[in-house]
């Protein structure tokens, strides 16, 4: 296990550094006033004016796709050179990753195509997501069944000559709900008599495309995550789209669905422990400047073994987080599907320790909009669920576990 | 130690489970339906307009003003026969309280004002709040200072003459924002020279005073919580009142801050097992009709785990604030301190604890609206801070549990 | 719900009190130290002598045969009466209990002779235990089979004409070791085509039966625990007894497993209790005398929380184990089932959470035997396991709560 | 970060893995059985005859002095190299680390004189105990004070001349009752005057020295540990031996007890985590086989919950260990402070959560002597004491935290 960050890495770990503390800090203030003024003006889901400068610089300062690994689209980094700069842009959640082009869904999105899009599907969806001009969102959970069970999805994909017609409804298309968001990658069966994980296929879905509709947006915690498109919910009623906007292998999409997860989970986990990072420094600066029962709050041993735990258990997390990155660079996302089904369980869970804590510190104004602690930690919530519970990565790494001790 | 219920608790009781059945339950849909109408409207803190018919009924089934111990004014029930009533009523938190108007920051303001004012404060204010034609709201804790030791409060009351002038700034001002809020009862330091514990005094500033500037509302996790008059944060500029508007000892601010938080915490305390009580009969439901990996989710080990947690965790914090009313009831609030404080924190993290649990066992539908379980979270992790934070109390036990062994 | 404690209670409460602060406290010592010797001289299984004499003091003080509920043979007291008594004599857990000879096993096999014994049964040994001049143990565990599900016990008990022939082994017997304990009731098998739950029957075995060998004792964390007759693991080889020896009903073994195990959980839960307040008062003792960094322990918050926290669950634990026992008392332990699964989970874990703080409280002289914390932690670990694992009890209350959401 | 390993430290572990299981895990038995008969024969801090030859076979295997960092007189190894070579040893914690003549306390005891022993200490003390033909005990902690804040520390040190004479008590000198142990180094305050961190000085002491009197052992949970020397309580009463004795500077104790207890408590936490790899495999090899309710305990979802947390925790802590060992190998135990306390409270935790895990799973036999999990249990738990207890790491690490927040 070798962690030692590249020198390419340690580079634009500095430059990230600079782009947080000349650009994005300074541009918190004015998104979040953007956010309540598109709010007042009804257009909730437009994206803050402010972004589109934000991505030009980060464009500008060579920040931009660092998320793609091991692929000449994008910076060609490695898993491993990319964490630290995933947790960086986790400390700005709402500005950072996306000003780099490094938010999800549509880095999981670009994953997928870069790995599996025809010339056809790179040209047209590939190359503008990669510029930032478009948006995209990724349909596979369903209101009806349990999705963490995957083969349980329903979404029927009918094929007719060259078309393939949906019929199904789709939630938490996260990001579905922005005027930019132009495609989905939808997950669905194609051949109903397959064997149980050869039944599904991914089919590249134009928004626009008749039948869809977007019949609302979910919301998290109070939050309708209106700056990146909230969480559309999509019905898909007779809509036809050509057999050449089937992604990747016919009956792949269940592989292609755990591909897609194994680095998307990892970026998810980093950018947690930069959000987890940002608190506990909130919380220390509370703590040393708020004063209840004739001290500080950073002289009551009750918050100090808070900030000790608070700091073990991201040591951790990073640690478990790097070695995930190291295994998928050398071995593989299969060979690492014990650890990095770890970390997806772990990072969250620290992260939302922290958080709490950090809240609890900060009183009543930690559940207000005056510290991003509330709001962050409703999304981290979120990811105790997406892309599985807690429980079926745990379930998981449990069959491992026991692998070795049968018969 | 005797818990049983009186008869008359338990003919209320099948009144308010009646209540819910017929009348609340029903029209929970309504509510939140008039929430978006409101919102989408520009008028976010407008009462929904069934809020009125549901407590004509609630009045009229005789469910009114129950929340006041051992007084005329309300229905005359000890806290331990009310504490049942209340817990039903929290299963539905955003409705019923409010139609059988007991709802906070209402109910513990009538228990000050019924305790402390004068004929005259009675008939201004006593009386509309009794008969629910107006909403009042508390002001105590400020941005400034950690609030938690109430000794920190630094609002200014100075007096005039025959007026007093207060300087400062408020928040957390529970249903302030809502056209019917006609009053505060505003905690300062009329006596900044006296001892710590006998500075400070309640004033009653009606909302239209002068120099009054409600200057926004704080959310919670998303919420703004405007059914209910959001969270008003309040400015105080020269503000006259006269001194008859005293509520209460001059002085004794701090010790009625207390004797207020006595059984008002009981009461939180009640309606969060209600809550948790729902929250665990939606995940037993959920749990009985969702499948995944092959079986329903009620038949796996780990989600049976949390369902018998639950189970004894609502039946451990029960009990204790059963003895908790039962000791407000028999030795009084200030005897019963122990078991007060302990309440205030287990209830709350109990409530949490269970709704988590449901959270994920609904999966992505646990975060989002259409369940009460995420609002419910949000307003319980509030009730950790409120009233003073988890820490404070435990410190407060710890006190009471050393002081048997000082020399 | 009434645990309102009977003046008949109150007088016994004082009455225990008396006998541990005059005769029990001050016998610890001696009590210890002839353990030692008795170690010394090759003899771990002999009672320490001073057992006798306290015996003697406690039926002379009316403290004797308290645990019988509902029973002539008995002090008559409910099970809601004995709980505060039991408690009580947990906080001297190796010498209290077996002076008022109420301690395990024999109470459970006495509950058991009490309620099926015929009246041969009765004279022979109910009447010898009830005297305090015998002992007995409960042989149902077996080490070949996971015996938390008691169908799974293997016992052989084949008729033959007028006797039985036993073949099995069987461990945890508890006090099998001493020389005065004479007879086993001994669970097995003696119609293995019946019905699951209706295969196994009772017999009572006297322990110089032929075929009957003691084989070893286990111990418990290093603990022999020989002042109490160790724990006996039991070979039985074509061991014969009358048929008259079948202890109630053929085929009652299951339910009279369960029947027995009701009270005599509690009664574990209350000793398990005390025990905990007295390691609480060894904590705040200590915490209040010993010092570290400038300041006694108990000025340091992160031990005030930990007192606070022990407090608060003690006291609910106490409630629910109230509730528990009022409900056997008027409803009878078959529909009391849910609370006593969860308060066999509750007060064995509440108990260790308490003292695990305690010996972290004292430092290396909390592991070691000069204060009584260590091995009371082992004991009570035990009873995570003894009487069926946490994991069993929780699955019963998980199966009660989704009953009611059956279709 | 590099935690690649060497070449060399693979070799080893190759190399211990097949001591292991050639050698020590078939003698298990045996030494326990010696353990038996040395107690039954009245000599119960006999070391078991058993470990002579295995310290031959570990010797002759070249596995001998492995855990000396950067020093000639042992193997040369990085601190980084020897941590799985630790944590193997730790699988069969009784017997593996003292076949490799890298059990505590010598190692500890070494690396000191290692580092500050004259030539005539190292000829005296350091030689033979290389040789694995004396061993050594630590006597720093006191029982009449709060030994984890090491200013408390009472024992004085009086010059005479050229002589110290030493007056006070000393407990938990683990290994003072074996044979074999010859010496201890011993810490007293030797300059009362001087700055409090610079009173003390450690100093050697024979054990056969007139006035040194060992007055007792100290169990642990009831085990003697008396095959490791068990834990001596010693009093020193006018204690003379020659100020050539000095360990080290003058004044230098409480910088050395420092630097000994770094890469002590990482070869601690290492071997923690073998023996919790040991009870997870022994966990899943019993879940595997052990039938209840249906099916094996490995199929029920609760059992396989555990098992994927052991396997987290453990893995989060293993690569945490690394951490620190790599930071005492790159920067020095001083600046790895902060991750050598984190380790420190992270290894026993874990290794205590895995081991509980393992007894419930084992059900009784997991308390007793029949596995090695209650006696692993023990040891693990004083580790959350020895070397400090948990809290005062935390507040270490709180410390550092902080420390960037101040103005």
């Given at each position: 296990?070798?962690?030692?960050?590249?020198?390419?890495?340690?580079?634009?770990?500095?430059?990230?550094?600079?782009?947080?503390?000349?650009?994005?800090y300074?541009?918190e203030h004015?998104?979040e006033?953007?956010v309540?003024?598109?709010?007042?003006?009804?257009?909730?889901?437009?994206?803050?004016?402010?972004?589109?400068?934000?991505?030009?610089?980060?464009?500008?300062?060579?920040?931009?796709?660092?998320?793609?690994?091991?692929?000449?689209?994008?910076?060609?980094?490695?898993?491993?050179?990319?964490?630290?700069?995933?947790e960086l842009?986790g400390r700005s959640m709402a500005l950072?990753?996306?000003?780099?082009?490094?938010?999800?869904?549509?880095?999981?999105?670009?994953?997928?195509?870069?790995?599996?899009?025809?010339?056809?599907?790179?040209?047209?969806?590939?190359?503008?997501?990669?510029?930032?001009?478009?948006?995209?969102?990724?349909?596979?959970?369903?209101?009806?069944?349990?999705?963490?069970?995957?083969?349980?999805?329903?979404?029927?994909?009918?094929?007719?000559?060259?078309?393939?017609?949906?019929?199904?409804?789709?939630?938490?298309?996260?990001?579905?709900?922005?005027?930019?968001?132009?495609?989905?990658?939808?997950?669905?069966?194609?051949?109903?008599?397959?064997?149980?994980?050869?039944?599904?296929?991914?089919?590249?879905?134009?928004?626009?495309?008749?039948?869809?509709?977007?019949?609302?947006?979910?919301s998290v915690f109070g939050y309708d995550d209106?700056?990146?498109?909230?969480?559309?919910?999509?019905?898909?009623?007779?809509?036809?789209?050509?057999?050449?906007?089937?992604?990747?292998?016919?009956?792949?999409?269940?592989?292609?669905?755990?591909?897609?997860?194994?680095?998307?989970?990892?970026?998810h986990c980093m950018r947690s422990l930069g959000l987890a990072e940002r608190a506990l420094e909130l919380m220390c600066e509370r703590a040393m400047t708020r004063t209840a029962f004739g001290s500080v709050l950073a002289k009551q041993g009750v918050i100090r073994e808070w900030i000790a735990e608070c700091r073990i258990q991201i040591e951790q997390a990073r640690l478990l987080t790097?070695?995930?990155?190291?295994?998928?660079?050398?071995?593989?996302?299969?060979?690492?599907?014990?650890?990095?089904?770890?970390i997806k369980v772990v990072a969250p869970n620290v992260a939302l320790f922290v958080l709490d804590k950090a809240i609890q510190t900060f009183g009543a104004a930690g559940v207000s909009a005056d510290t991003p602690l509330a709001e962050g930690w409703a999304g981290l919530r979120t990811l105790r669920l997406a892309?599985?519970p807690d429980?079926?990565?745990?379930?998981?790494?449990?069959?491992?576990?026991?692998?070795?001790?049968?018969?």
């Open positions: 296990m070798d962690f030692t960050h590249s020198e390419r890495s340690r580079e634009l770990q500095t430059k990230v550094q600079a782009f947080l503390d000349e650009v994005i300074p541009a004015t998104f006033e953007q309540k003024a598109n709010n007042a003006a009804g257009t909730p889901f437009r994206t803050p004016a402010i972004m589109a400068d934000l991505k030009v610089e980060g464009q500008s300062r060579g920040l931009w796709n660092l998320f793609l690994p091991h692929s000449e689209s994008g910076a060609g980094l490695s898993v491993l050179e990319y964490a630290p700069l995933a842009s950072a990753p996306e000003a780099m082009n490094c938010s999800a869904p549509d880095t999981g999105n670009m994953e997928l195509l870069d790995m599996f899009a025809t010339d056809e599907q790179r040209a047209q969806w590939l190359v503008p997501l990669l510029a930032g001009e478009i948006r995209s969102c990724f349909s596979m959970t369903e209101p009806a069944v349990a999705s963490s069970d995957a083969t349980n999805i329903s979404m029927s994909i009918e094929t007719d000559g060259d078309e393939f017609v949906l019929n199904g409804r789709k939630w938490w298309s996260t990001g579905a709900m922005r005027p930019e968001c132009k495609v989905s990658i939808v997950m669905g069966v194609t051949d109903p008599e397959a064997d149980r994980h050869q039944r599904q296929s991914m089919v590249l879905v134009p928004l626009d495309t008749p039948g869809v509709k977007i019949e609302r947006s979910t209106g700056a990146h498109g909230g969480h559309g919910e999509i019905s898909f009623t007779d809509v036809r789209v050509p057999t050449s906007n089937l992604l990747g292998p016919r009956g792949g999409g269940f592989m292609m669905a755990q591909a897609r997860l194994g680095p998307g989970r990892i970026h790097l070695k995930a990155a190291w295994l998928i660079d050398t071995v593989g996302a299969k060979e690492a599907r014990t650890e990095v089904a770890a892309d599985g429980e079926v990565h745990l379930r998981s790494i449990a069959r491992e576990e026991l692998r070795r001790y049968l018969p």
